[in-house]
Each structure stands twice: as C-alpha cells, then as structure tokens.
C-alpha cells in the first residue's frame, strides 16, 4: 500500500537506530573503562598506529583514528543525507510546513547553543569551539525514545529524527567551513568536477554503485586535498543521490506477467526469450527501489554497529581525573547542551509557527517538545567529532567530559520530562 512505502522506511530506520545507541553505549564505555586501566597506553597506541600507502615518494598515510574520524565518517554523514532526502522526498517532510517545524527546530538547536557557549568562552582559550554543542546524537536520541514506547506520538519520534538529521548536516557544514584549512582551489575544482561527473552519469542512465563508488572514492581524495573537511563529500553525495525509483510498481507487475506467462519448458543455457525476460524481471525487482532506499538498507546497519561503534571506541576514551581540567571550558560545554539546545529549539519552533511558516500535529505538546529539546542536547557522536577538530590536546579532556556530563544530564532530564507528558496524557 502507498501508506506502506512511507512509513516503513521510517520504522526500520527508527529500529536499527535504537540498537545502535546500545552498540554505541556499548562502546562509549568500552573506551572509558580501558582509558582507565592499566592498559590505558597501550589502547591509546592502538589508535595511533600509522596505515596508509608509501609508493616512492608518494606518502599518503594517517593514524587509524584519522582514517576512522575522516573516511569511515563519511559514510556516516552520506547516510545522515541519505535520510535526509528520502524524508524530504518520500516520507513524512513532503509538507513543506511540516518539514518546516524541524527544521526551525535544527536551526534553533544550533544557533542559541553556538551563541551561548560563545557569550561563556569569549577571548578564552576554548572560544574556537563553538560549534561543539551545535549537534545532536541520533542514535542516542532515537534510542532515548523507544525506553517510553508507546507512551509517546508518532509526531514527535518524526520531529525528533527529522530534527536530528537535519542537526547532523548542519554541523558537518560548519566543520567544512569553520574547522577547515587552507583552500587549495585546484583540488577542490577537480571536487567538483567529480560531482559534476557524478551528475552526468546519473543523466545517461548509469546505475551500478560499483561506478559511483569508485568516483567518490576520488571525490574524497580531491576534497581531502583541497583543505575542506572531507567528511562533506558524504554529504554532497547522499544529497545528490536519486529518491525517485525508475521502475513503477505497474511496470514491475507487467514484466512478472509476461513471467507467469511462460510455458514451463526445460531447462536450457541458450539466450531464449524467456531467459531474457528473467534478467529484465530480476532488473526491474531491484529497481522499484529508488537509490536512496537501496543505499539506506545497504549501509545503515554497517554504519550503525561497526562505524559509530568504532568511532566511540577511538575517541570517547578519557583518564579520569581529566589532566589540566579547565573548569569554564567544561562548562560552557555542559551548559550550551542542557540550557541552549531546548532554548533554541523551543524559541524557534515557535517562531516557526507563529510566523505561519510550520505546523504542528494535534498530539505534538509543548511539553513533549520541551521533553524532545533536552534529549536533543545529548550530543555526544557529533560532538565529539567537532572537539577533535576545534581543540588542541590540552583542552580536548575539559571538553570531553562537558560532552559526557550533558549527555547524561539531557537524557535523564528528558525522559522525565516525557514520562511526566505522558501520565498527564494518559486517560
């Protein structure tokens, strides 16, 4: 049924999202446990390690971590894209207004956080961090949410994954452009020209990921090049990948007939029309799936139970105590998470709807909202992401656990604001 082909794209999704936030949980305490033991060198070391390719003088080679933090993350951020189309597109934000409200909500979620963290950090040794509270852990969220079940709408897992997801591209957009480095504008014209290529292999009918892959895999290399975060050509890609499908289920029911239709005949090598029609009925089968789709199901589960894992376990580690704690550093961290990402989505939103430009579903509280703006502040993945980026070694500790403490502080305080929502609600 079309209702069928909204909604269970979102409900896998929401699904494997919910076991990733144990995996990543899972991982995240890995990590401190083993920072925090006698093994804490040697685990650190591992991360360290140097791989890479060495052919003459060419030497292209960085830390496990790097690789982890720059390549693996790229196909994190291609399938936040990913996501990101197909609900714009397909699912549940095909409502300008509706996909309004999130967005709003994103943007909210971003700006007050960045200009609270600012206000706390300015002229101080961490003011280039800005844009650590700026994100918003999907999987934790998402997970966060399925602990109350059904006690809580529909309207407000699609807010709150839709806000995320849009959250996630802005920031990975503000590391292109704020946590950069110098521009090298031959490298990125050859970026561009990949895209450009990309573009035109989509317009004369070339559907094989092999090929596309092996572009993006070259796209990366330019943009790496180029100075600009390369973790943006996920993105770029995933938002340039087909969500229309190019076989109708019409068409698909017209060449299984033609299937059904032919005599049972033995069984013969030859290149007969009936062979023929099996190749084009295994095409077509494939193909009612539009790319993103395809895409989705293909990556989501590999990123979301090895490549966040493996993220966490690279740079969610920490000794505790933390060395050279910088106590306004952490706190402006801790605040901008649990005070500024409500703020601003809550002040947003409203703006959103006051002005005209958003709706909101009958069952969609304020107070679910304010419930749905803390969790936001669990920012973790993302968050950590952009502090690798922002800080050097002597203030990466301090920042890390302002992470940690917010996450903490924005998951309890969010669920019991929910829970409370939800037995007011309750007949």
Same mark, same amino acid.
């Given at each position: 049924?079309?209702?069928?082909?909204?909604?269970?794209?979102?409900?896998?999704?929401?699904?494997?999202?919910?076991?990733?936030?144990?995996?990543?949980?899972?991982?995240?305490?890995?990590?401190?446990?083993?920072?925090?033991?006698?093994?804490?060198?040697?685990?650190?070391?591992?991360?360290?390690?140097?791989?890479?390719?060495?052919?003459?003088?060419?030497?292209?080679?960085?830390?496990?971590?790097?690789?982890?933090?720059? *390549?693996?993350?790229?196909?994190?951020?291609?399938?936040?894209?990913?996501?990101?189309?197909?609900?714009?597109?397909?699912?549940?934000?095909?409502?300008?207004?509706?996909?309004?409200?999130?967005?709003?909500?994103?943007?909210?979620?971003?700006?007050?956080?960045?200009?609270?963290?600012?206000?706390?950090?300015?002229?101080?040794?961490?003011?280039?961090?800005?844009?650590?509270?700026?994100?918003?852990?999907?999987?934790?969220?998402?997970?966060?949410?399925?602990?109350?079940?059904?006690?809580?709408?529909?309207?407000?897992?699609?807010?709150?994954?839709?806000?995320?997801?849009?959250?996630?591209?802005?920031?990975?957009?503000?590391?292109?452009?704020?946590?950069?480095?110098?521009?090298?504008?031959?490298?990125?014209?050859?970026?561009?020209?990949?895209?450009?290529?990309?573009?035109?292999?989509?317009?004369?009918?070339?559907?094989?990921?092999?090929?596309?892959?092996?572009?993006?895999?070259?796209?990366?290399?330019?943009?790496?090049?180029?100075?600009?975060?390369?973790?943006?050509?996920?993105?770029?890609?995933?938002?340039?990948?087909?969500?229309?499908?190019?076989?109708?289920?019409?068409?698909?029911?017209?060449?299984?007939?033609?299937?059904?239709?032919?005599?049972?005949?033995?069984?013969?090598?030859?290149?007969?029309?009936?062979?023929?029609?099996?190749?084009?009925?295994?095409?077509?089968?494939?193909?009612?799936?539009?790319?993103?789709?395809?895409?989705?199901?293909?990556?989501?589960?590999?990123?979301?139970?090895?490549?966040?894992?493996?993220?966490?376990?690279?740079?969610?580690?920490?000794?505790?105590?933390?060395?050279?704690?910088?106590?306004?550093?952490?706190?402006?961290?801790?605040?901008?998470?649990?005070?500024?990402?409500?703020?601003?989505?809550?002040?947003?939103?409203?703006?959103?709807?006051?002005?005209?430009?958003?709706?909101?579903?009958?069952?969609?509280?304020?107070?679910?909202?304010?419930?749905?703006?803390?969790?936001?502040?669990?920012?973790?993945?993302?968050?950590?992401?952009?502090?690798?980026?922002?800080?050097?070694?002597?203030?990466?500790?301090?920042?890390?656990?302002?992470?940690?403490?917010?996450?903490?502080?924005?998951?309890? *305080?969010?669920?019991?604001?929910?829970?409370?929502?939800?037995?007011?609600?309750?007949?």
């Amino acid at each position: 049924m079309p209702v069928d082909r909204l909604t269970k794209p979102l409900a896998r999704f929401v699904q494997i999202e919910t076991a990733g936030g144990g995996a990543l949980l899972l991982a995240t305490f890995t990590a401190l446990l083993l920072s925090n033991s006698p093994w804490a060198e040697a685990f650190a070391r591992i991360w360290e390690t140097p791989a890479g390719l060495h052919i003459g003088s060419l030497d292209f080679a960085r830390s496990l971590k790097e690789w982890i933090n720059d *390549a693996a993350m790229t196909l994190f951020f291609f399938l936040v894209a990913l996501e990101l189309k197909r609900e714009l597109v397909l699912g549940e934000l095909r409502d300008p207004r509706v996909a309004a409200l999130s967005i709003a909500g994103a943007l909210g979620g971003m700006t007050v956080p960045a200009l609270l963290y600012l206000a706390l950090q300015w002229q101080q040794p961490g003011e280039r961090a800005w844009g650590v509270v700026m994100a918003t852990d999907t999987a934790f969220v998402i997970g966060c949410l399925a602990l109350l079940g059904s006690r809580i709408p529909h309207s407000l897992r699609v807010f709150m994954l839709s806000l995320a997801i849009v959250d996630d591209v802005g920031a990975i957009l503000v590391v292109a452009i704020g946590y950069s480095g110098p521009i090298v504008w031959s490298a990125l014209g050859l970026a561009v020209l990949g895209f450009a290529g990309v573009r035109l292999m989509g317009r004369i009918g070339i559907r094989g990921f092999a090929q596309y892959f092996l572009i993006g895999g070259l796209i990366w290399l330019a943009m790496d090049a180029s100075g600009i975060h390369a973790t943006i050509t996920g993105v770029i890609l995933g938002l340039m990948t087909p969500a229309r499908r190019w076989v109708s289920d019409d068409r698909l029911y017209a060449i299984l007939d033609k299937v059904v239709a032919h005599p049972a005949g033995e069984a013969s090598s030859e290149d007969t029309k009936d062979r023929s029609t099996l190749q084009l009925a295994e095409i077509a089968s494939r193909e009612t799936l539009s790319p993103v789709e395809r895409l989705e199901i293909g990556l989501h589960t590999w990123v979301v139970f090895i490549v966040m894992p493996l993220f966490a376990l690279a740079n969610a580690g920490m000794p505790l105590p933390v060395t050279g704690f910088v106590p306004g550093l952490t706190l402006a961290v801790f605040l901008g998470f649990v005070i500024g990402k409500p703020l601003g989505i809550l002040l947003f939103t409203w703006l959103a709807l006051a002005s005209g430009l958003a709706t909101r579903a009958d069952d969609l509280s304020w107070r679910l909202l304010a419930g749905g703006g803390l969790l936001a502040g669990i920012g973790f993945t993302m968050a950590l992401f952009i502090t690798q980026l922002a800080l050097g070694d002597a203030l990466i500790g301090s920042a890390k656990l302002g992470i940690l403490l917010a996450s903490i502080a924005s998951g309890l *305080a969010g669920l019991a604001v929910l829970a409370g929502a939800s037995r007011q609600a309750a007949p």
